[in-house]
T-cell receptor, first 118, second 115 residues
Framework: KQEVTQIPAALSVPEGENLVLNCSFT??????LQWFRQDPGKGLTSLLL???SQREQTSGRLNASLDKSSGRSTLYIAASQPGDSATYLC?????????????????WGAGTKLIIKP | DAGVTQSPTHLIKTRGQQVTLRCSPK?????VSWYQQALGQGPQFIFQ???????QRGNFPDRFSGHQFPNYSSELNVNALLLGDSALYLC??????????????FGPGTRLTVT
């Protein structure tokens, strides 16, 4: 059974720092891995998606990496800003193919609550 | 391009009642998944609908049921509500037919409070 763990559960850093959020998963047979942002009481915004054949994806100040062999993904945030304060969740979809028979439901970590202090 | 929409945004129900939540997928998407997110936790997969059929189901009791319509929109029904059903209910959509990597797009959620 796939399990996804995020460390740390909470993180508070001064504005301007570069930081790394960690996500680990127990089953390396994933189809893709997504990082999401969730503001308090709100829905989920997709930040980055890494397919199983890829090693990293970048969007602006965000960079996500994927190492299937070690069961890890990291989200790197450069030059953090107070507006980056939110909960960041990672989720992977298991299965090896795009067929409807594949189990590609998302399995989630509990999230890292990030606070960027001005 | 309309994203995923959900209604209502908030709902308060009493134990034992029934509730129906609604979701319209992102334009061009044909598959809808429902998730339950309790406070402070990651979402839990409830079920997924494609071609108007339930294709995958998580570990939720039969009190949770759903439906997908020909226009790909979906409903989540919960019967005999319990206090523990209080949560944020999220709808996500993907396109199975299109050549995408199954990036899931989420709606804003429906906050259900059971008293």
């Amino acid at each position: 059974k796939q399990e996804v763990t995020q460390i740390p559960a909470a993180l508070s850093v001064p504005e301007g720092e570069n930081l790394v959020l960690n996500c680990s998963f127990t089953d390396s047979a994933i189809y893709n891995l997504q990082w999401f942002r969730q503001d308090p009481g709100k829905g989920l915004t997709s930040l980055l998606l890494i397919q199983s054949s890829q090693r990293e994806q970048t969007s602006g100040r965000l960079n996500a990496s994927l190492d299937k062999s070690s069961g890890r993904s990291t989200l790197y945030i450069a030059a953090s800003q107070p507006g980056d304060s939110a909960t960041y969740l990672c989720a992977d979809s298991c299965g090896q193919s795009r067929s409807m028979d594949s189990n590609y439901q998302l399995i989630w970590g509990a999230g890292t609550k990030l606070i960027i202090k001005p | 391009d309309a994203g995923v929409t959900q209604s209502p945004t908030h709902l308060i129900k009493t134990r034992g009642q029934q509730v129906t939540l609604r979701c319209s997928p992102k334009s061009g998407h044909d598959t809808v998944s429902w998730y339950q997110q309790a406070l402070g936790q990651g979402p839990q997969f409830i079920f997924q609908y494609y071609e108007e059929e339930e294709r995958q189901r998580g570990n939720f009791p039969d009190r949770f049921s759903g439906h997908q319509f020909p226009n790909y929109s979906s409903e989540l029904n919960v019967n005999a509500l319990l206090l523990g059903d209080s949560a944020l209910y999220l709808c996500a959509s993907i396109s199975f037919r299109m050549k995408e990597a199954y990036e899931q797009y989420f709606g804003p959620g429906t906050r259900l409070t059971v008293t």
